[in-house]
């Protein structure tokens, strides 16, 4: 899956779809494009606020239009590694306590760059193998 179609999958089609899985590759691409975007808006916030007072209302939209999709790629991300979605919860939860965070978001980190469970696991087909990419075009 390449950079476009990792956009497209996950705000067009899968914008909150908590089923299935998600590949490697469409997790990264859109993880890219998601905090290049972010990047893009601090450097046109940071200059616009030179003659403007408001300029946190744009990053609140755009912290609630990527909020959804987010957290759907991680659970199906989960769901390709044959974990459930609830572990991002616990992830989510060890964010909030001293010392454990570093190690919460380390997990996480590793847990998304390792390769998927190969061929179908209790939350679908591999979204890797020519028969899932059959199925969607069917």
């Known amino acids: 899956m390449g950079f ?20 490697r590759s469409e997790y990264w691409w859109f ?8 990047a893009c808006y601090f450097i046109v916030s940071t200059v616009i606020a030179a003659t403007t007072w408001n300029t946190s209302i744009g990053l609140g939209i755009l912290v609630i239009a990527f909020f959804l999709p987010q957290i759907a790629l991680a ?9 459930s979605g609830w572990w991002y919860l616990g992830f989510i939860i060890a964010w ?37 990419s059959a199925e969607v075009f069917a």
């Open 96 to 132: 909030f306590v001293p010392y454990l965070n570093l190690l919460a978001i380390i997990t996480l980190i590793v847990l998304f760059a390792f390769p998927g469970t190969k061929g179908p696991n209790k939350f679908g087909l591999d979204p890797l193998s020519p028969q899932s």
């Open 31 to 38: 993880q890219l494009f998601f905090h290049s975007l972010l």
């Open 75 to 83: 659970v199906r991300r989960l769901h390709d590694r044959n974990l």
């Open 4 to 23: 476009g179609e990792a956009i497209r999958t996950v705000l067009t089609e899968k914008y909150a779809t908590f089923s299935g899985r998600a590949s």
